[in-house]
Protein backbone atom coordinates (compact mmCIF):
# COMPACT_ATOMS: atom_id res chain seq x y z
CA UNK A 1 0.00 0.00 0.00
CA UNK A 2 0.69 3.40 -0.85
CA UNK A 3 0.37 7.07 0.77
CA UNK A 4 1.26 9.74 -0.98
CA UNK A 5 1.40 13.27 0.75
CA UNK A 6 1.95 16.33 -1.17
CA UNK A 7 1.28 19.86 -2.10
CA UNK A 8 -0.24 22.05 -5.26
CA UNK A 9 2.04 24.93 -4.56
CA UNK A 10 5.20 21.89 -4.24
CA UNK A 11 7.11 22.58 -7.55
CA UNK A 12 7.44 18.56 -7.01
CA UNK A 13 3.41 17.92 -6.95
CA UNK A 14 3.63 16.29 -10.59
CA UNK A 15 5.85 13.62 -9.15
CA UNK A 16 3.99 12.90 -6.71
CA UNK A 17 0.92 12.65 -8.32
CA UNK A 18 2.19 10.47 -11.41
CA UNK A 19 3.85 7.58 -8.29
CA UNK A 20 0.13 7.90 -7.16
CA UNK A 21 -1.37 7.13 -10.35
CA UNK A 22 1.45 5.10 -11.35
CA UNK A 23 1.33 2.31 -8.27
CA UNK A 24 0.22 -1.01 -8.46
CA UNK A 25 -1.26 -1.76 -5.54
CA UNK A 26 -3.92 0.30 -3.11
CA UNK A 27 -2.74 3.80 -3.37
CA UNK A 28 -3.70 6.86 -1.09
CA UNK A 29 -3.09 10.62 -2.32
CA UNK A 30 -3.17 13.58 0.12
CA UNK A 31 -2.55 16.54 -1.80
CA UNK A 32 -3.07 19.78 0.16
CA UNK A 33 -2.86 23.54 -0.33
CA UNK A 34 0.56 23.57 0.58
CA UNK A 35 4.48 23.87 -0.70
CA UNK A 36 7.06 21.89 0.22
CA UNK A 37 7.10 22.00 3.74
CA UNK A 38 3.89 20.49 3.64
CA UNK A 39 2.06 21.83 6.68
CA UNK A 40 4.88 23.13 8.28
CA UNK A 41 4.17 26.32 8.02
CA UNK A 42 0.31 26.61 8.31
CA UNK A 43 -1.20 27.75 11.69
CA UNK A 44 -3.80 25.89 13.90
CA UNK A 45 -6.80 27.06 12.20
CA UNK A 46 -5.91 28.12 8.43
CA UNK A 47 -8.13 26.54 6.05
CA UNK A 48 -7.03 22.95 4.83
CA UNK A 49 -4.89 22.12 8.46
CA UNK A 50 -4.73 18.48 8.45
CA UNK A 51 -2.70 17.10 11.22
CA UNK A 52 -0.30 14.65 9.25
CA UNK A 53 1.08 13.20 11.56
CA UNK A 54 -2.06 11.63 12.82
CA UNK A 55 -3.46 10.75 9.65
CA UNK A 56 -0.17 8.87 8.81
CA UNK A 57 -0.54 6.95 11.77
CA UNK A 58 -4.17 6.10 11.39
CA UNK A 59 -3.12 5.07 7.73
CA UNK A 60 -0.46 2.75 8.97
CA UNK A 61 -2.60 0.77 11.25
CA UNK A 62 -5.41 0.56 8.26
CA UNK A 63 -2.51 -0.93 5.98
CA UNK A 64 -1.58 -3.17 8.47
CA UNK A 65 -4.66 -4.50 9.37
CA UNK A 66 -5.64 -4.66 5.71
CA UNK A 67 -8.08 -2.05 6.25
CA UNK A 68 -7.50 -0.67 2.93
CA UNK A 69 -9.70 -0.92 -0.66
CA UNK A 70 -8.46 -2.06 -3.62
CA UNK A 71 -7.42 0.78 -6.23
CA UNK A 72 -6.43 4.45 -6.09
CA UNK A 73 -8.32 7.13 -3.78
CA UNK A 74 -7.29 10.77 -3.98
CA UNK A 75 -7.97 13.95 -2.18
CA UNK A 76 -7.34 17.48 -3.07
CA UNK A 77 -7.17 20.53 -1.03
CA UNK A 78 -8.41 23.82 -2.65
CA UNK A 79 -6.38 26.65 -1.21
CA UNK A 80 -8.31 29.70 0.42
CA UNK A 81 -11.85 27.90 1.30
CA UNK A 82 -10.27 24.52 2.56
CA UNK A 83 -12.81 22.30 0.89
CA UNK A 84 -11.23 18.81 0.47
CA UNK A 85 -12.26 16.99 -3.04
CA UNK A 86 -12.20 13.79 -4.89
CA UNK A 87 -9.27 14.15 -6.86
CA UNK A 88 -9.90 12.46 -10.67
CA UNK A 89 -8.33 12.52 -13.88
CA UNK A 90 -11.03 13.79 -15.96
CA UNK A 91 -12.59 17.57 -15.06
CA UNK A 92 -15.65 18.36 -15.10
CA UNK A 93 -18.16 20.85 -16.46
CA UNK A 94 -19.99 23.11 -13.54
CA UNK A 95 -23.79 23.52 -14.21
CA UNK A 96 -25.34 26.79 -14.83
CA UNK A 97 -24.84 28.89 -18.08
CA UNK A 98 -22.37 31.22 -16.44
CA UNK A 99 -19.22 29.94 -16.97
CA UNK A 100 -18.48 27.51 -20.66
CA UNK A 101 -17.70 24.62 -19.32
CA UNK A 102 -13.82 23.94 -18.17
CA UNK A 103 -12.53 25.08 -21.72
CA UNK A 104 -11.52 29.12 -22.60
CA UNK A 105 -11.11 29.19 -26.01
CA UNK A 106 -8.69 31.64 -27.24
CA UNK A 107 -10.49 34.63 -29.25
CA UNK A 108 -13.98 33.68 -28.01
CA UNK A 109 -16.11 36.31 -26.40
CA UNK A 110 -16.68 34.37 -23.01
CA UNK A 111 -13.19 33.35 -23.45
CA UNK A 112 -9.69 33.88 -23.86
CA UNK A 113 -9.30 37.56 -25.28
CA UNK A 114 -6.21 38.34 -27.49
CA UNK A 115 -4.27 41.36 -25.64
CA UNK A 116 -0.82 41.19 -27.34
CA UNK A 117 1.56 38.94 -28.98
CA UNK A 118 -0.47 36.63 -31.36
CA UNK A 119 3.28 36.98 -33.15
CA UNK A 120 6.15 37.20 -30.73
CA UNK A 121 9.75 36.63 -30.81
CA UNK A 122 10.94 34.12 -28.76
CA UNK A 123 15.12 35.64 -28.09
CA UNK A 124 17.20 33.61 -26.01
CA UNK A 125 19.26 37.47 -25.65
CA UNK A 126 16.06 38.17 -23.89
CA UNK A 127 14.51 35.84 -22.40
CA UNK A 128 10.61 35.82 -20.63
CA UNK A 129 11.51 35.25 -16.75
CA UNK A 130 10.04 33.12 -14.66
CA UNK A 131 10.77 35.18 -11.36
CA UNK A 132 9.38 38.09 -12.63
CA UNK A 133 5.25 38.13 -12.99
CA UNK A 134 5.33 41.92 -14.80
CA UNK A 135 4.44 42.04 -18.30
CA UNK A 136 6.44 44.35 -20.22
CA UNK A 137 4.14 46.98 -22.70
CA UNK A 138 5.54 48.22 -26.52
CA UNK A 139 8.20 46.59 -28.55
CA UNK A 140 9.65 44.07 -29.01
CA UNK A 141 6.72 41.52 -28.06
CA UNK A 142 7.93 38.62 -26.09
CA UNK A 143 5.00 36.59 -25.54
CA UNK A 144 1.31 35.83 -26.17
CA UNK A 145 -0.79 37.54 -23.99
CA UNK A 146 -4.62 36.71 -23.58
CA UNK A 147 -6.89 37.28 -20.19
CA UNK A 148 -10.35 36.21 -19.51
CA UNK A 149 -13.23 38.46 -18.54
CA UNK A 150 -14.06 38.59 -14.64
CA UNK A 151 -15.41 35.46 -13.57
CA UNK A 152 -19.15 35.74 -12.23
CA UNK A 153 -18.45 33.71 -9.12
CA UNK A 154 -16.51 31.65 -7.51
CA UNK A 155 -15.02 28.95 -9.29
CA UNK A 156 -13.24 25.61 -7.81
CA UNK A 157 -10.58 24.17 -9.61
CA UNK A 158 -9.73 20.45 -8.88
CA UNK A 159 -7.50 18.03 -10.72
CA UNK A 160 -5.40 17.95 -13.79
CA UNK A 161 -5.30 21.57 -16.40
CA UNK A 162 -3.54 21.94 -20.06
CA UNK A 163 -3.38 24.43 -22.93
CA UNK A 164 -3.72 22.93 -26.26
CA UNK A 165 -2.16 25.14 -28.37
CA UNK A 166 -2.37 25.56 -32.17
CA UNK A 167 1.49 27.35 -33.47
CA UNK A 168 3.80 27.67 -35.57
CA UNK A 169 7.33 28.09 -35.46
CA UNK A 170 10.57 29.58 -37.85
CA UNK A 171 12.94 27.37 -36.16
CA UNK A 172 13.07 23.21 -36.14
CA UNK A 173 13.14 22.86 -32.21
CA UNK A 174 11.19 25.33 -30.05
CA UNK A 175 10.15 25.56 -26.62
CA UNK A 176 6.62 26.32 -25.37
CA UNK A 177 6.09 27.59 -21.86
CA UNK A 178 2.76 28.49 -20.51
CA UNK A 179 1.95 30.52 -17.72
CA UNK A 180 -1.44 31.04 -16.17
CA UNK A 181 -1.89 34.28 -13.40
CA UNK A 182 -4.82 35.22 -11.16
CA UNK A 183 -5.28 38.84 -11.51
CA UNK A 184 -7.77 39.51 -8.45
CA UNK A 185 -10.24 42.06 -8.56
CA UNK A 186 -7.65 44.87 -7.75
CA UNK A 187 -5.71 43.64 -10.23
CA UNK A 188 -3.06 41.57 -7.89
CA UNK A 189 -1.48 38.87 -9.92
CA UNK A 190 -0.91 35.44 -8.25
CA UNK A 191 0.80 32.35 -10.31
CA UNK A 192 -1.86 30.00 -10.87
CA UNK A 193 -0.49 27.52 -13.34
CA UNK A 194 2.86 26.75 -15.50
CA UNK A 195 3.81 24.07 -17.88
CA UNK A 196 6.82 23.98 -20.79
CA UNK A 197 7.23 21.42 -23.57
CA UNK A 198 10.13 21.21 -25.88
CA UNK A 199 8.91 19.98 -29.91
CA UNK A 200 10.54 19.07 -32.87
CA UNK A 201 8.51 20.60 -36.10
CA UNK A 202 8.99 21.92 -39.30
CA UNK A 203 10.15 25.02 -39.42
CA UNK A 204 6.80 27.71 -40.79
CA UNK A 205 3.80 24.99 -40.45
CA UNK A 206 1.27 24.83 -38.12
CA UNK A 207 1.16 22.44 -35.69
CA UNK A 208 -0.58 21.19 -32.32
CA UNK A 209 1.22 21.23 -28.89
CA UNK A 210 -0.32 20.39 -25.69
CA UNK A 211 1.27 21.71 -22.62
CA UNK A 212 0.44 20.29 -19.01
CA UNK A 213 -0.10 23.04 -16.41
CA UNK A 214 -0.38 20.22 -13.46
CA UNK A 215 -2.55 19.60 -10.65
CA UNK A 216 -4.56 22.56 -9.37
CA UNK A 217 -6.44 23.12 -6.26
CA UNK A 218 -7.86 26.67 -6.14
CA UNK A 219 -10.81 28.54 -5.34
CA UNK A 220 -10.78 31.16 -7.26
CA UNK A 221 -13.05 34.33 -6.08
CA UNK A 222 -15.40 36.21 -8.09
CA UNK A 223 -14.27 38.87 -10.10
CA UNK A 224 -10.85 37.06 -10.65
CA UNK A 225 -9.51 37.16 -14.02
CA UNK A 226 -7.20 34.74 -15.84
CA UNK A 227 -4.07 35.87 -17.42
CA UNK A 228 -2.59 33.53 -19.71
CA UNK A 229 1.07 34.23 -21.39
CA UNK A 230 2.60 31.82 -23.99
CA UNK A 231 6.48 32.52 -24.69
CA UNK A 232 9.74 30.74 -25.86
CA UNK A 233 11.37 30.64 -22.77
CA UNK A 234 11.19 31.03 -18.89
CA UNK A 235 14.47 32.21 -17.43
CA UNK A 236 16.00 31.13 -15.45
CA UNK A 237 13.62 28.20 -13.89
CA UNK A 238 14.44 26.67 -17.26
CA UNK A 239 17.60 26.93 -19.59
CA UNK A 240 17.15 28.81 -22.75
CA UNK A 241 16.43 27.05 -25.62
CA UNK A 242 19.31 28.42 -27.89
CA UNK A 243 16.97 27.86 -31.50
CA UNK A 244 20.11 27.23 -33.12
CA UNK A 245 19.71 22.83 -31.78
CA UNK A 246 22.54 22.89 -29.42
CA UNK A 247 22.20 21.70 -25.69
CA UNK A 248 20.76 24.75 -24.18
CA UNK A 249 23.29 23.98 -21.59
CA UNK A 250 26.68 24.69 -23.44
CA UNK A 251 25.79 26.76 -26.52
CA UNK A 252 27.52 29.86 -27.27
CA UNK A 253 25.24 30.94 -30.38
CA UNK A 254 22.07 31.85 -29.62
CA UNK A 255 19.27 32.90 -32.19
CA UNK A 256 15.71 34.69 -32.23
CA UNK A 257 12.59 32.16 -33.15
CA UNK A 258 9.84 34.49 -34.44
CA UNK A 259 6.47 32.63 -33.19
CA UNK A 260 2.99 32.38 -33.84
CA UNK A 261 -0.14 31.08 -31.97
CA UNK A 262 -3.14 30.67 -33.64
CA UNK A 263 -6.39 31.19 -31.88
CA UNK A 264 -8.24 28.45 -34.20
CA UNK A 265 -8.04 25.21 -32.03
CA UNK A 266 -6.39 26.72 -28.76
CA UNK A 267 -7.78 26.54 -25.77
CA UNK A 268 -7.24 26.56 -21.69
CA UNK A 269 -8.50 23.65 -20.15
CA UNK A 270 -8.91 23.91 -16.33
CA UNK A 271 -10.38 21.24 -14.22
CA UNK A 272 -13.59 22.73 -12.67
CA UNK A 273 -14.53 20.84 -9.44
CA UNK A 274 -18.59 20.89 -10.09
CA UNK A 275 -20.99 20.53 -7.21
CA UNK A 276 -20.06 17.74 -5.14
CA UNK A 277 -20.14 17.50 -1.88
CA UNK A 278 -16.83 18.26 -0.46
CA UNK A 279 -15.19 15.24 1.76
CA UNK A 280 -13.09 14.36 5.32
CA UNK A 281 -9.97 13.88 3.75
CA UNK A 282 -9.45 12.00 6.89
CA UNK A 283 -11.55 9.35 6.20
CA UNK A 284 -11.14 8.92 2.84
CA UNK A 285 -7.51 8.53 2.66
CA UNK A 286 -7.53 5.80 5.53
CA UNK A 287 -10.01 3.37 4.33
Do not use: K, Y
Request: positive net charge; proline residues 12%; charged residues 20%.
Amino acid sequence: PLLAVGGTRDPFAEDTVVLWRGWGGPARLLLGPWGHTLTAETRPGTPGRVDLGALCARWARAALDGELGPGRRGVIGLAESGRWHHLTDTPTRPEGPEVAGCVWQFGAANGLRLLAGAEFTADPDRPVRSDDLTVPRGAPVDRCLLATPPLPRPLDLAGPAEARLTVVADTPRADWAVRVVALDPAGRADPLAFGIVRRDAPPGIPHPVTVPLGTLGRTLAAGTRLRVEIAGHHFPAHARNPHTGEDPVTATRLAASRRTVRSEGSALHLPVAGRPRPVDPVPETCR
